[in-house]
């Protein structure tokens, strides 16, 4: 895919009286430039939470596992980032000054990866990443993702000469034509990410039928113990299908926290994909939450599907269900409904509950269109 990045030019009038040539000299190391910056943010005061890349082979690790710049060789550097659900992160890096637009151009792109590990989970993480800069002065490139990105700008102009703003990049692109189908869905290419493989629930959901869960594997039978407890408390004598899915649902977006490990180099354990995450420990990722659905569905006698698919413009792997109640099919996607809002009447609302595949479509979801069910219904599924 071709992406065109617009850089915004500052165009300095070199004739007498019509201003001076910018000074991108500094005589600061990257490690003292990153500091200068911290020292002007309210994140400077949560020292504890920070990571500092400043050694060599750390930062040489850091720009190619991160920023994807295998090949752009790199002269000083330093970032300071927050580990899990904190989108915080400050770099500072020098480069051979025909390789900065290079270098911003990974940064964009990194800057929209980062931006899908955020996305319908922590909107406040989000919301630092859209407002994030990615400045160019000289040789040096910096990208602030910051509560105050403009004071970190004037922090980085401090480390510099008599010189005009730094040059902004823009943050985000979008999709270009040749990435849409004709019906305007983004094109699913599975990101790779995360190992999406299916829970196997057989022995569980046979146990359960007939009420012998002697051959079950000692983690399996503390899974459907715990869903036991789910289905004592939550379901009961009479309740219709969808009841049971709307209370079911309720349960797991309420009490099942989102596994910020995720976010982490080392990654979630294979529990948090598992229904023996959100079941057990209480915590777990997307493919955690749909198979744990999956499988409070499959007790209850409530047809249901795990689909995996992607979101953010296919750069990161994500998994939601759908259901299917007198004879329609509906989506849920009890991740992004997780901690819901109540209304003035104390009533919880959700955004993913029983919608169509268009709406998750329109809401930033990528799938196999072709290899599930359609949901089209709109009623929400309530008789």
Known sequence: MKRTLSLLL???????????????????????????????????????ALTWYLEPSDIDGYIKDYYKLED?????????????????????????????ETVTAALQDYLLDRKGSFIGYFPDQVDLIDNALILSKGQWAALLVCEDPNQAESAFESCFGEGINAVGI???????????RPDGRLIYKDPGKDDMTLFDNSAILAAWESGDDSGLSKQD????????????????????????????????????NY???????????????????????GKGVCLGY???????MDMAGIECITVTGAAFGNREN??????KLNGQWYCVDPTWDTRPWMDENGEFVYTYFNVTSDFLADTDHQWDYD?????????GGCP
């Open 10 to 48: 500052a165009l300095i009038l070199l004739l007498p009286g019509c201003g001076k040539k910018e000074d991108v000299t500094t005589g600061q190391d990257a490690g003292t430039i990153a500091r200068v910056i911290l020292a002007y943010l309210d994140e400077s005061r949560d020292a504890d």
């Open 72 to 100: 752009v060789p790199w002269a000083d550097g330093a970032v300071v980032r927050m580990e899990g659900a904190r989108a915080f992160e400050l770099a500072v890096l020098r480069v051979d000054e025909q390789n900065v």
């Open 170 to 180: 823009p943050v985000i692109l979008g999709p270009d034509e040749d990435d849409l």
């Open 221 to 256: 039978k503390e899974v459907l113990d715990a869903a036991k407890r789910v289905f004592d408390r939550y379901v009961t004598p009479g309740m219709t299908d969808y009841a049971k899915e709307y209370a079911l649902y309720t349960w797991l977006t309420g009490n099942v």
């Open 259 to 281: 596994d910020k490990t995720h976010y982490e180099k080392k990654g979630a354990p294979r529990t948090s994909y598992q229904p023996y995450g959100p079941l057990i420990q």
């Open 290 to 296: 749909a198979e744990t659905f999956r499988l409070l």
């Open 318 to 323: 994500h998994a939601w269900n759908m259901v």
């Open 371 to 379: 290899s599930v069910p359609e949901a089209t219904a709109e009623d």
